[in-house]
């Protein structure tokens, strides 16, 4: 079973529209987190969520609504997508934070192109 | 504001020889850092983790060493296998416990 799974897994959709990439984690995990690596690699985190309550919030255009309705899934909806959403963008887990010796999870990626 | 820098973007080794990648960061006041591994296409991955009153940490072919003195930390890999081919990522811990900041990342290519 994968611990961390995210969906779709590629996304292409055009300039102006609405998407929505959704995450669960089967690991029984209190926090959840959403990244964005751009094409250069470079991994920068978006939002992290400690038992469903925002803890993190990178300064991301309001665009990008998170949302969490249980400890278990955390989905990332976009509006209005720019040319410059283009990513692949990483859902993740932890027990508590990471700065407690627990490890982050990542997800497999869902790579958003927009046209 | 916080930084992390890698030394070498792209790192090409033979197989079997050891690989050495570098870190750099500038938050004296990170006391946790761990090494993620990228294969294409794909999530990362941990591989080792250190805490600040650690100088060194060995795993299954690989090791971790701080330098807190200078903010660098480094992972090395013993005998380096064509699946070890990835990037690399450090993140050091950062100013919130729910934040990792991760590094440039480095490109390993190993060469049959």
């Known amino acids: 079973d994968t611990a961390v799974s995210q969906t779709p897994k590629y996304l292409v959709t055009q300039m102006g529209n609405d998407k929505s990439i959704k995450c669960e984690q089967n690991l029984g995990h209190d926090t959840m987190y959403w990244y964005k690596q751009d094409s250069k690699k470079f991994l920068k985190i978006m939002f992290s969520y400690n038992n469903k309550e925002l803890i993190i919030n990178e300064t991301v255009p309001n665009r990008f609504s998170p949302k969490s309705p249980d400890k278990a899934h955390l989905n990332l909806h976009i509006n209005s997508l720019e040319l410059g959403d283009s990513a692949v963008y990483f859902c993740?887990?932890?027990?508590?934070?990471?700065?407690?010796?627990?490890?982050?999870?990542f997800g497999e990626g869902s790579w958003l192109t927009v046209v | 504001g916080e930084s992390v820098g890698l030394h070498l973007p792209t790192l090409s080794v033979q197989e079997g020889d050891n690989s050495i990648i570098n870190c750099a960061y500038s938050n004296s006041a990170s006391d946790y850092f761990i090494w993620y591994k990228q294969e294409s296409g794909k999530g990362p991955q941990f591989i080792i983790d250190?805490?600040?009153?650690?100088d060194k940490r060995q795993g299954q072919r690989v090791t971790v060493l701080l330098n807190k003195t200078v903010k660098h930390l480094s992972l090395q890999i013993a005998a380096t296998q064509p699946g070890d081919s990835a990037v690399y990522f450090c993140?050091?811990?950062?100013?919130?416990?729910?934040?990792?900041?991760f590094g440039s990342g480095t490109r390993l290519l190993v060469r049959p």
């Open positions: 993140a050091p811990g950062g100013d919130s416990s729910y934040k990792l900041i």
């Open positions: 993740a887990s932890s027990q508590e934070g990471q700065n407690s010796g627990n490890t982050i999870y």
């Open positions: 250190i805490r600040s009153n650690m």
